[in-house]
């Protein structure tokens, strides 16, 4: 009975130091932000490897705010899941009103993505409608799954709210494929997302920027893909010597609205890019 007990009791003390191994709160990641003079950021990452969640400021990691632009990656799944868009090639006319000289023309899904076409994205989200769009947010369990207003405002009214934590599960959920939506569109959104293809990684991401009671959230969502050759064995399932090791991340900051001291497009992405080469989720 006594052994009995002893093995339980370690067996539970082994879960709960694993357990703990794999949540790693790291202090010291706050020096890229404080670079800058931004005193309210977050970072999270889950290192899919490990399985474990590398994060700095966990109390902002775990809450909610106004998606942005980072909506655009839901929305390009429920167009593809409806067939409101076929494929990625669904042009949209441009309704010749002058924006920004990226947005101002004809542009199909893939390349609204990448230019975060404001336009496109709106009326895609009309072509949806709130009642199929709701649908798939509480099927998905996307954020708090709240909307209200236009529908092709949702994404920066502040109705819709989600964490860094849960854009990680969302986008874990995306890279394999178990979402519940078809394969094929989780596979063509993940596509869509990819913004830099090197010989030792692949980055995927989205980025969003929304204006919300007197500041500005800016945000960086995806996932990095580790490549490492390997020579495989003789009658190994993989059938190449490339592996992809992947890395879910989620970064937000806020700032006075307005502020135009810095580049903030490029400071985000720096940050991140500074983040994943000192964790070694890209080389250096």
């Not at 064995?233 to 010597?241: E, L």
Request: with cysteine.
């Amino acid at each position: 009975m006594r052994n009995r007990l002893f093995i339980a009791l370690s067996m539970a003390v082994m879960v709960f130091s694993c357990a703990k191994s794999r949540i790693k709160e790291h202090a010291e990641w706050g020096k890229y932000y404080d670079k800058y003079g931004i005193k309210k950021a977050c970072f999270i990452m889950r290192d899919n490897n490990h399985e474990s969640i590398q994060y700095y400021n966990k109390d902002r990691c775990t809450e909610r705010l106004c998606p942005a632009s980072t909506f655009k990656i839901l929305l390009s799944l429920v167009a593809l899941e409806t067939a409101v868009a076929p494929d990625d090639q669904l042009v949209i006319k441009w309704d010749s009103v002058n924006r920004k000289p990226e947005w101002d023309k004809d542009m199909n899904l893939r390349e609204a993505l990448t230019t975060s076409s404001e336009p496109y994205f709106k009326e895609l989200a009309r072509r949806i409608g709130p009642v199929r769009l709701q649908h798939f947010m509480d099927t998905i369990k996307y954020g708090n799954m709240k909307m209200t207003g236009d529908v092709g405002d949702v994404w920066t009214n502040n109705s819709i709210q989600i964490s860094a934590d849960e854009q990680t599960g969302f986008l874990k959920r995306l890279y394999f494929g178990e979402l519940p939506v078809s394969e094929r569109s989780q596979r063509i959104v993940k596509t869509m997302m990819l913004r830099e293809e090197t010989p030792g990684y692949n980055l995927y991401y989205k980025t969003g920027t929304c204006n919300v009671n007197g500041k500005t959230i800016r945000w960086t969502t995806g996932f990095c893909e580790r490549i490492e050759h390997q020579k495989e064995q003789s009658g190994s399932m993989n059938k190449t010597d490339v592996r992809n090791y992947p890395y879910f991340f989620a970064q937000n900051f806020e700032l006075p609205d307005g502020d135009t001291t810095k580049d903030w497009s490029k400071v985000r992405l720096d940050i991140l890019h500074e983040l994943l080469k000192e964790y070694g989720a890209i080389a250096n």
